[in-house]
């Protein structure tokens, strides 16, 4: 993209995590029914770990 992103890009970048979380966990977890998997499903870890990261950058004062 070559550019500084601006908050109202990591805005709608938060967004889209944000809206398909669900939905990309529940397709993983059904992946690891069909492999016939055992144990803990995953359970979206990492979207956790981008979402708090995301709001974290966003609660900061932008720097020019």
Do not use: C, N, V
């Not at 944000?18 to 992946?31: G, M, P, S, V, W």
């Amino acid at each position: 993209m070559r550019r500084h992103p601006d908050a109202a890009f990591l805005q709608w970048h938060l967004e889209q995590y944000r809206k398909h979380q669900a939905r990309t966990i529940r397709y993983y977890e059904l992946l690891a029914i069909l492999r016939g998997e055992r144990g803990p499903l995953p359970r979206g870890e990492e979207y956790h770990w981008i979402i708090a990261a995301m709001r974290h950058h966003l609660s900061q004062p932008e720097q020019a």
